[in-house]
């Protein structure tokens, strides 16, 4: 066997090994994910052929921010001639939206849907529909001390610890854990409610769901950032808080919900998010500003191309946001027009 040989032979081994690791850590870190990407015949990304030398510059909000770091800089090595997000517009979900809207972005990345509004705004302006697909889920989790006796709450009582208005049909407003069901405990001790940004995808999208677009109560607590909430839950036994799905520890518990009263409440678990049976499922949603595919720029193409695929889809497991599932991703595909194979 020849010397070139023996290095080709020894790239393709290193190749391997690497994506054995990567895997091996993705089921640890995030075993969801993983379990999602494992399945037989996961569309795998192939490169384009015709040149990507132009600039790609998408709006994405915070939460969409880790994965698409790893994916633009996937795009960089693979299309070295290309300018991959050099110049970012970045911004809540709202905010990308807007950006939309407005003209000043041709393709955004929101985990808030754009409501039947705004699309026939887009259309008025533009003359043709927006190219949307989902490309990830989310799920928010429900957190409380480890200490609380209660194991589950219905949508209509968490508008009632977190609204003011009642919107989603509880008769009065809770304000401590035992008028929440609790008992004991020091459970007549107000509540504490935590909440991300309120501008932010997140939070939106929990008064949209939960407070049915309602105002927050006036002492809600805001943490920023809130992927990892657990030490304003370990210092406060009365809290409650709304975050990103994410592996958790004894820390805190993560309660099971309920659409309504009587109703069975389903813990955030693979089969009830991606069955749509948990009330917190969302979905990030990219829109492109386009008639049709065909009729994007080579960079656009193959950033959805890549962003749909088994590697790109693994980018997004890797920051602990949830993939989407065989199905899902292939009727995104076809949704935007994209190949079933790439």
């Known amino acids: 066997m020849n010397t070139a040989w023996k290095w080709i032979l020894l790239l393709c081994l290193l190749t391997a090994l690497s994506a054995a690791a990567a895997s091996e850590s993705l089921q640890q870190s995030n075993p969801l994910g ?55 517009q970045f911004d809540c979900s709202s905010g ?25 705004a887009f259309v008025r302006r533009f003359g043709y529909p927006i190219l949307e697909a989902r490309v990830a889920l989310d799920a928010l989790q429900i957190l409380v001390h480890p200490s609380n006796p209660l194991d589950s709450l219905t949508v209509p009582q968490l508008d009632a610890i977190y609204g003011s208005e009642l919107r989603a049909g509880a008769l009065k407003p809770i304000r401590t854990w035992e008028e929440a069901g609790a008992s004991g405990w020091g459970a007549n001790n107000p509540i504490t409610a935590y909440a991300g940004w309120l501008h932010y995808g997140t939070s939106k999208f929990f008064q949209e769901t939960v407070l049915e677009g309602g105002p927050w109560r ?57 069955g749509e049976e948990y009330p917190l499922t969302r979905y990030f949603t990219v829109y492109v500003n386009a008639p049709a595919v065909e009729d994007l720029p080579a960079e656009t193409r193959e950033f959805l191309n890549y962003l749909l695929s088994y590697e790109g889809q693994t980018e997004v497991a890797k920051t602990a946001s949830l993939p989407l599932d065989r199905t899902m991703l292939l009727r995104a595909r076809k949704r935007l027009g994209l190949p079933r194979a790439p």
């Open 34 to 88: 993983h379990q999602m990407l494992s399945v037989e015949d996961y569309l795998h990304f192939t490169p384009a052929e015709e040149s990507c030398s132009g600039a790609f510059v998408p709006a994405y909000s915070g939460t969409s921010e880790a994965f698409m770091k790893g994916v633009l800089a996937n795009l960089r090595v693979i299309h070295p001639e290309g300018i991959w997000g050099k110049t970012i």
């Open 96 to 120: 990308v939206l807007r950006l939309l809207l407005n003209g000043k972005a041709d393709l955004g990345i929101s985990s808030i849907p754009m409501t039947s509004a705004q699309r026939e």
């Open 218 to 274: 006036e002492d809600i607590q805001t943490l920023g950032v809130i992927q990892h909430p657990e030490p304003a839950v370990v210092d406060d036994p009365a809290a409650i808080v709304f975050s990103n799905y994410r592996p958790r520890d004894s820390r805190v518990k993560v309660l099971a919900i309920a659409r309504q009263t009587e109703e069975q409440p389903y813990p955030p678990l693979p089969s009830h998010i991606y």
